[in-house]
């Protein structure tokens, strides 16, 4: 009799993730990479109950408008007394001698819900389908700045008054755009592993969520299976 | 860097399965939560690890994945919440968007022994001490203060305010240390439940503590 019967697999983006979103600006296609756990619960026959996590981080905006890193404006102004002053800069934060800063980026959490079912079984191999509903939250970040003109390409700053009267003083990288949303869907995930050890499987799995605002992530990437079913 | 560091470890752990060690083999999962010093946030993590086991002695090599996030903008002004009105620039559109911060991802890999502290070795509960060394990388996106201003020139445009000015910036920087783990493994259904407290000390500002449950099972041959 099966008294603890729980499968649980690790999904290593040893590959690449491949995010299709349709938002506002229309279609952006974003590279990155993924990251994803998931629980399987055996239920009757050939059925089960998987409930996921799925980590999504896409690539560096920033390596659309410029080929080469830039050192951080904040580490080249962290001594210049000119330039405005945050008491919460030296907030014991490591700053490496040859920091490169990476611009904000695409971020999505998703914790998905999935029925599962087992397609196939065949010796050592067995593939398995699953579809379910999705709760994600997502995070946009993205530097404007080089949209705005492209005269003002070399410029990396822009200056304020802080306050009526005052000197100018320059700042960087007023001009960017942050915001979370939160959006509901639907996903599929298709598994198919090998099995070395009798409760140790590989294989690849492929993933696709497509949430509320018509936003699409899919992912080919390396499974890591562990079986932690008993038989007593 | 990211995808390279996931599939070396992966490689890693399949070799180690696929070694004629399987017999005091163990595989694990696991899941904690952590305070992380380098970037002053709570993170919650997720990991894999692999396990030798020789008389009351483990070697293991872990990985984990951590995701922390905190408000500051929100502790260091309330007023300027929920939302935080920032420009688009394209001229004529301009948006309020909601801002947060801080962030930060963690992929971190170490390596260590575990000991264990009682003689009896058929005991279901065992103390374990463990120590080792580790490497994370952090990827941190940060916010430094927020600050009303009067107005705002980007050449050749000036826009009046005030704008509420918010200086952040995002760094990716490589972290070493050591690592001191106390826990109780109990074994329940023939696996191995370990409840366990890791306090990490590194370079860099990059100590950490953390609190974690990790559930390991002996790899088992094919007949």
Redesign the interface.
Known sequence: MK??ASV?I?F?????CYSQSFTIAGSNKKKG?S?S?LVDIPLKKKWSLGVS?F?V?NDDFWNNFIVEDEV???KDHFHDETF?S????D??????EK??????QF?R?HFVILAGYQLLKFK?FSAKIYLGGSVGTE?I?QY??R??SSS?QS?LT???????G?E?IY??????????DMGFGGAGRLDVNY??????L?GLSGYCILSQNISVSASLA?N?V?N?S?D? | M??KL??S??LI??SL??SKL?SQSY?S?QTSGSYW????LFGAG?G?GYQYSKNRTKAILAYD?G?GYNDRLEK?NPRFFPTIE?????IDNW?T????SD?A?QHQLSLGSQFYLSKNTNSKNQLYIGVGVFAAMV????T??V?????????PITLP?P?D?V???????M?LGGNVTLGLDRE????IWSPHLTLGIGG???SYLSFGVK?S?Q?????
């Not at chain 1, 099995?195 to 140790?200: D, G, I, T």
């Not at chain 2, 200086?167 to 920087?173: A, C, V, Y």
């Open positions: 008294i603890f649980i690790l290593l983006s040893a590959l690449t990479h990251i756990a996590y980590f981080e951080s404006f904040h405005i945050f008491e919460e800069l907030r014991g934060y490591y700053f490496p920091f490169i800063e990476k611009r904000p971020i959490h050592d995070r970040s404007n700045w949209l705005f003002q410029e822009s200056q304020v008054t802080i306050n009526e005052d100018d700042v960087p990288f007023t001009n960017f755009q942050s915001r979370r099995s070395v050890f009798k409760n140790v590989v390396l890591l562990f932690f008993s007593d | 990211i995808n996931f599939f470890t992966t752990m399949c399965f696929c399987n595989f999962v010093q380098h970037t002053e997720i894999v994945f995701y260091l920032t420009i688009e620039f394209s948006q968007l909601e801002m947060k962030y991802i990827k941190h996106f940060y430094f203060t600050k009303e201003i009067y107005h705002l020139d980007i050449i305010g704008y000015y200086p952040f910036s995002h760094q990716t920087f972290t329940i259904k023939n696996c860099r500002y990059s559930v099972k790899v088992e041959r094919k007949d």
